[in-house]
């Protein structure tokens, strides 16, 4: 599964499981995880400006002697930038941190300011668009894309630049499709690869009912099973963990749900148990 590969609008594979590096501390704990995943067999690595690992992921993959073009690295523009030059130039930093001369996908981690919230910032997502579609052109950056970014968010960033992104990486996890559906459709209809951030609901979703009902049924474990739902809907799934056996686990899902499980877990979210 860690091998296989999902294909961009513009012709690039991407590995269909990324290994997530979210809430992973910059240092011995970042550096051990990425190496341990990269041991693993992940060749899809996602980090961010804002994660503050972007050194230690770096240095353990440079450490690992892997073949950098058999690797997938994700990193993102901080989502308070909304400007033109400053995108270039935390580009340019992230590369600086990761070690790397090119990216194989960036994104606007968010439409706005994790301190605001629903700010409105289509302006500035444009600018800051605009400068990632000529790092993307002068083969800088292998694709582009956004992240949290909902209908509204997708239709106004295409409509000011005429610029399509590649991806759009969205929290989606069992008991969270409802209010994703929308967006998870649109992305689908315009050929944007959705990646699933949190699939395991940070670990809210493992013990539900539900979840551990299939889990004996289909003889995997929770996760797997949390992990193979994103799957099921053409997402891609970036799970995290900084334990060897776990990242193990996460990858083995060489398995498919039948369709009445998966519509089971979609409404998940209107289960009042779903976090019992």
């Given at each position: 599964m860690l091998k296989e590969t999902f294909l961009l609008s513009n012709g690039v594979h991407i590995p269909k499981v990324g290994f997530g590096t979210w809430q992973v501390p910059n240092g011995d704990i970042a550096y051990q995880a990425v190496k341990d995943a990269l041991e693993v067999g992940y060749i899809h690595i996602d980090t961010a400006y804002v994660y503050e690992n972007e050194i230690s992921v770096g240095q353990a993959i440079k450490d690992s002697k892997s073949?950098?073009?058999d690797l997938f690295i994700t990193s993102k523009l901080p989502s308070h930038i909304k400007d033109y030059q400053e995108t270039?130039?935390?580009f340019h930093e992230s590369l600086k941190r990761l070690e790397m001369d090119y990216m194989d996908l960036f994104l606007i981690h968010a439409p706005w300011p994790w301190s605001n919230i629903g700010q409105d910032c289509k302006v500035g997502n444009a600018e800051a668009w605009k400068k990632m579609i000529e790092l993307y052109q002068s083969k800088k950056i292998r694709s582009i894309g956004v992240s949290n970014f909902n209908v509204d968010d997708l239709k106004d960033l295409i409509k000011r630049t005429g610029f399509i992104p590649h991806v759009n990486q969205i929290a989606?996890?069992?008991g969270h499709y409802q209010k994703q559906k929308e967006t998870i459709a649109f992305c689908k209809e315009n050929n944007i690869l959705v990646?699933?951030?949190?699939?395991l609901a940070i670990g809210?979703?493992?013990?539900?009912?539900?979840?551990?009902t299939l889990a004996e049924k289909y003889h995997k474990t929770p996760a797997q099973i949390l992990i193979r739902y994103t799957l099921e809907?053409?997402?891609l799934p970036l799970p995290k963990s900084t334990k060897k056996a776990r990242m193990i686990e996460n990858a083995d899902l060489d398995f498919t749900l039948d369709q009445k499980d998966v519509?089971?877990?979609?409404?998940?979210s209107e289960d009042p148990r779903r976090f019992g």
């Open positions: 073949d950098r073009k270039e130039t935390y989606f996890f069992a990646e699933a951030y949190s699939p809210h979703a493992l013990k539900t009912p539900l979840v551990l809907h053409g997402t519509e089971a877990l979609d409404v998940l």
